[in-house]
């Protein structure tokens, strides 16, 4: 574990990387289209970010970044980590059976022991999940926001899926 | 009316357009009797093919896209006609009432209405049509026109 920092309720989080100005940023220098499902963990990046196109569910996010890309976009994905457990089907009967590259950034929930309940099974299988589904990880915590570009030349060099993974902490939230 | 001859009534109709059709017979009958430059076929994804036109539309707002569902994709991907309407983008519903692919299993009533959504019954059945093509040759076809599109 890195050295936790504590905010200002006495909780333990991840150290910060990043403003989430400076995470928008970034992310808008190497994607020219963002989707998702909104996430409280980026309350203050969604509002840097343009065009964005809010989806009702993770897999038609992931669908909608399909056709983006079908059209010429370097699309992004911003999801809770629960997310995950809807987008399976499209993530192997899009992306990878076509061969085209997609990032997401998802935000890892449920690994400190005082957030709540509801994040705890998917805190515990996170990195797990991504490997099941074939999605690269890049992890925000190891390498900063290199990790953006990091994802971009992977997805978009190489036509598969990546993950951006942002811990609780990691952006001012 | 059956699969066919809705689809080829839809082609007919959008000479022009992307057309993005649900994996399943959808996809399998528009390849073997209606292939055209222009169209893309998902081979699964089910429910995904609103989403992946809609996405197709944001990123080449000078195309006009069109969207072939089956009721049973349809009704999985309903989710994402929160995005309807979109000028320029037409979304068809084939429905027979049943999941045709995986055995004329009845599915759910689409007693759905949007006015951004065509629906047109179809006879049950299939004309028995061979696979669709690869994925990598649905891509690389669908790329070259697009690209040659701009």
Redesign the interface.
């Known amino acids: 574990m890195p050295e936790m920092r504590k905010d200002e309720r006495g909780r333990e989080l991840f150290p910060l990387v990043c403003s989430a100005a400076d995470l928008a940023a970034t992310l808008l220098r190497q994607y020219d289209?963002f989707?998702g499902v909104p996430d409280s963990m980026f309350r203050k990046v969604l509002p840097h970010l343009q065009?964005y196109?809010p989806?009702?569910?993770e897999?038609?996010?992931?669908?909608?970044?399909?056709?983006?890309?079908?059209?010429?976009?370097r699309?992004c994905l911003l999801i809770q980590n629960s997310g995950l457990g809807l987008l399976g089907?499209?993530l192997?009967?899009?992306h990878h059976?076509?061969?085209?590259g997609v990032v997401m950034v998802v935000t890892w929930r449920g690994e400190l022991p005082w957030e709540e309940p509801q994040h705890h099974h998917w805190g515990a299988k996170t990195g797990e999940f991504l490997s099941v589904l074939n999605v690269k990880s890049f992890d925000l915590q190891e390498t900063g926001l290199n990790a953006v570009a990091q994802a971009a030349t992977y997805a978009y060099g190489k036509n598969q899926p990546a993950a951006i993974l942002v811990h609780r902490g990691n952006v001012d939230e | 009316m059956n699969r066919v001859e809705g689809i080829k009534e839809i082609v007919t109709r959008h000479p022009r357009a992307a057309i993005v059709f649900s994996n399943g017979l959808t996809s399998r009958e528009a390849s073997f009797a209606a292939d055209r430059p222009g169209n893309f076929y998902l081979l699964h994804g089910m429910g995904e093919a609103l989403s992946v036109g809609i996405g197709l539309k944001l990123a080449r707002p000078d195309l006009e896209v069109v969207v072939v569902d089956g009721d049973g994709n349809a009704a999985m991907g309903l989710a994402a006609s929160a995005l309807l309407p979109m000028t320029g983008l037409h979304y068809y519903v084939l429905d027979n009432d049943v999941y045709e692919t995986t055995g004329s299993q009845p599915a759910s009533r689409f007693n759905f209405k949007h006015a951004a959504m065509a629906v047109i019954e179809i006879e049950k059945g299939t004309i028995g049509a061979p696979l669709p093509p690869t994925p990598e040759k649905i891509k690389a076809d669908f790329l070259k026109w697009i690209n040659s599109n701009r």
């Open positions: 289209y989707t065009p196109v989806m009702p569910r897999n038609h996010a992931l669908a909608l970044a399909f056709g983006l890309r079908l059209g010429g976009k699309p089907d499209a192997f009967g899009l059976l076509y061969k085209t």
